[in-house]
């Protein structure tokens, strides 16, 4: 939505799944850590991936490892080339996780009831509960996030998600961190 305001914003994910695949450095801390077969016909082997990711919370970190370094990066210069933009964002499930809250002046938080997040998430990945409920146990929690954020926004079915917007960017466009 924010982008319908004209802001242009980093897609996290999107960005470190197309570095997964184009990146030599993500590519070969990845085979040296899984083998020749976490990339399959030039693609990523992503069920491998996943179970390895999701079978203990080390694994995690040691991907993690290889990937969110090489994302930052690659966001920070994405960041450096909008210089006549007075405002930019990212968009990351996993922003504290990956430790970027630094690489941002402000953070904005979306927020849903877990049961709605968990729907919403089986519904957009084609995934079961059980797999939806693993991947948020692995996250910070929602109270935490929400407490480690500046600004909330309520994504509930029932609140207006464009007047929240407004005024959030009537707060950003005053103010400077």
Do not use: C
Not at 22 to 44: F, H, P, Q, T, W
Not at 95 to 110: H, K, N, R
């Amino acid at each position: 939505m924010f982008q319908a305001y004209g802001i242009p914003i980093y897609n996290a994910d999107s960005e470190a799944k197309r570095l997964m695949l184009s990146d030599g450095g993500i590519r070969k801390g990845l085979i040296e850590l899984l083998g020749e077969e976490v990339y399959r016909d030039s693609a990523l082997n992503k069920p491998l991936l996943a179970s390895y990711m999701f079978s203990s919370p080390e694994h995690v970190k040691e991907v993690n490892a290889i990937v969110h370094p090489r994302v930052k990066a690659d966001f920070q210069a994405w960041l450096s080339s909008k210089p006549d933009y007075e405002i930019a964002g990212i968009e990351s499930a996993i922003l504290f996780e990956a430790g970027f809250q630094d690489s941002v002046d402000y953070i904005i938080t979306v927020y849903a009831p877990e049961q709605l997040r968990l729907e919403r998430a089986m519904k957009r990945d084609g995934a079961t509960e059980q797999q939806v409920r693993e991947r948020m146990a692995a996250q910070i929690g929602e109270e935490e996030k929400k407490q480690m954020s500046d600004f909330i926004i309520m994504n509930d079915g029932l609140s207006s998600l464009d007047s929240q917007i407004t005024s959030i960017l009537e707060i950003l466009k005053t103010s400077k961190k």
